[in-house]
C-alpha cells in the first residue's frame, strides 16, 4: 500500500421529524424500540449535518470532532456503527490517486470524522438523527459498501433510533421489528418528497439550549417508570400507525394535523408522567399550541398541525402556501422578531445530498 495518499468523502444530511414518535426502547445496545414511527425529512438547506470522513495509512487511531471539538468516539453507539460498516466494507481503488485498499485492509486503517451541524446540537431538533445518518452514510460511500439503503438504515439506527429514517426522504416509516438481532428494525419509504410537496413546515426555534434530560435517558426512565408509555405503545400507536398511512397516502391533512398534535401531546404527556417528570416544552411552546389550536378551531378545519420532539422548539406543519403566509403572518404577531423565537421554514426533502470531496 502507498503510504501518503488520503481519501475523503463529504456528506450532507437532512433531519427528520417524527409525526408519531418513537420514545422507548425495547433493547438498549441494539437500539430496538417499542413502536413504530413515521416522520417526514426536512430539506436540507437549513438544517442539515455536514460530515467530512478521511482514510489514509498514515492516521495512528479512529478519532472524530463535532462542531469543531474533539469527541470521544469509546462509547458503544460510535464503535457499533464504525464495526458495521468495516464489516460490509470493499475493495476501494482510485488510480488517479494511487488508492488501492483491499476488503481485507479495513480492519486496521484508521478513520479521522469532522462533523458539523448547522443548528442546535442536542436542543431537540433531532441533531442525533442527521448526525448519525450521516455518519453511516459518508463512511458507507468511502469504504465502497454495495449494501441498500436498508442495511445503512438499520446501521445507522445503532448510532441513534430516530437516524434510521433520516437515510429516506419524504415520508418515513420505522419499522420496530420482531428479530432479536434487529436485522428487520429499518426505515422504508412511505411515499417521496413530490408525493405531498403543497405542505410547508416551519421550525419555530424557541432555545437553543442544550436539553436537561437527553432522549437516550427520558426514553430509558418513562420505559422503568411510565404505564401511560406501556398504554400508548401497545394500544395506541399501532392504530395511529395504520391511520397515519393512510392520511399520508390519501394527502388527507385533517387527519394528520389531528394524529400528529395528538401524539405529540401524548409524548409529553408520557414526559410528566415519567419518574423523575421530564419537562421539554415551556411557557412558549405551550402559547404556540394555544395559537394553533385557536385558529384551526375558527377555521372549522386545520389549516396547521404541531409537533414538539425532546426540546421546547415547535415544528408546524401548514397545509399549503396560503396557511403558511397566514401562519407566519400570526407568528409574527405573536412573537415579533427580537421577542426570542426564531423562523425558519422548509420543504419536504429528499434523501442524503452527497459531495465527494476526492
Ligand atoms: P437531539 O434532540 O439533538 O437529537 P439527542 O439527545 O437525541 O439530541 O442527541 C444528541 C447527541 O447526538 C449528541 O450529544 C451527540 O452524541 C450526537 N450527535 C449530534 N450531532 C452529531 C453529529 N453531527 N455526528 C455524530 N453524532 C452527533
Ligand atoms: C422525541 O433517536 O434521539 O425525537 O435512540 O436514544 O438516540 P436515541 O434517541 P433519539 O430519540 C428521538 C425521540 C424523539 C421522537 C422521534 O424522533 O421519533
Ligand atoms: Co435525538
Redesign the pocket.
Known amino acids: 500500500m502507498a503510504a501518503k495518499w488520503v481519501r475523503m468523502v463529504t456528506a450532507q444530511t437532512p433531519t427528520n421529524i ?1 409525526v408519531i ?3 422507548g ?1 425495547r433493547d438498549e445496545t441494539l ?1 430496538l424500540p417499542i413502536n413504530d ?1 413515521i ?1 417526514v425529512t426536512l430539506d436540507p438547506h437549513h438544517l442539515c449535518t455536514t460530515t467530512t470522513v478521511a482514510v489514509s495509512p498514515s492516521f495512528d487511531q479512529d478519532r472524530m470532532w463535532l462542531n469543531g471539538k474533539e469527541i470521544s468516539l469509546s462509547g458503544g453507539r460510535y464503535q457499533n456503527c464504525l464495526r458495521e460498516i468495516r464489516a460490509c466494507a470493499s475493495d476501494v481503488e482510485d488510480e488517479e490517486k494511487g488508492i488501492k485498499i483491499a476488503k481485507k485492509d479495513w480492519g486496521s486503517l484508521h478513520i479521522l470524522i469532522a462533523s458539523y451541524n448547522n443548528f442546535p446540537t442536542a436542543a431537540g431538533l ?1 441533531s ?2 442527521a448526525g448519525f445518518a450521516c455518519l453511516v452514510f459518508a463512511l458507507a460511500k468511502l469504504m465502497n459498501l454495495s449494501e441498500d439503503h436498508g442495511k445503512l438504515s438499520a446501521i445507522a439506527r445503532q448510532g ?4 434510521c429514517r433520516s437515510l429516506y426522504g419524504g415520508f418515513v416509516k420505522w419499522n420496530m421489528g420482531k428479530n432479536e438481532d434487529g436485522t428487520d428494525s429499518r426505515a422504508i419509504q412511505i411515499v417521496d418528497e413530490k408525493h405531498w410537496d403543497d405542505l410547508v413546515i416551519f421550525i419555530a426555534v424557541v432555545s437553543s439550549r442544550q436539553k436537561e434530560t437527553s ?2 435517558i427520558g ?1 430509558h426512565n418513562s420505559v422503568e417508570t411510565s404505564m401511560l408509555l406501556k398504554y400508548r405503545a401497545q394500544e395506541v400507536v399501532p392504530k395511529r400507525i395504520l391511520q397515519m398511512e393512510e392520511a399520508i397516502k390519501n394527502r388527507d391533512f385533517p387527519t394528520l394535523a389531528h394524529l400528529t398534535c395528538a401524539d405529540s401531546n401524548q ?1 409529553h404527556a408520557v414526559c410528566l408522567d415519567t419518574y423523575p417528570p421530564i419537562f421539554y416544552m415551556n411557557d412558549t411552546s405551550h402559547r404556540i399550541i394555544s395559537i394553533v389550536e385557536k385558529w384551526n378551531r375558527t377555521e372549522g378545519t386545520p389549516q396547521v398541525a404541531y409537533t414538539f ?2 426540546g421546547p422548539n415547535a415544528v408546524l406543519i401548514a397545509r399549503n402556501r396560503n396557511a403558511a403566509t397566514l401562519l407566519l403572518q400570526r407568528l409574527l404577531f405573536y412573537f415579533p422578531p427580537g421577542d426570542g423565537v426564531d423562523l425558519n421554514s422548509f420543504l419536504i426533502g429528499d434523501k442524503s445530498i452527497l459531495e465527494d470531496a476526492g
Do not use: E, L, V
Not at 441513534?160 to 437516524?163: D, H, L, T
Open positions: 417524527a414518535k418513537y420514545w426502547k437500539i414511527s416522520s433531532a442525533s438523527a441513534s433510533g430516530s437516524a432522549s437516550t426514553m409524548f420532539d425532546a
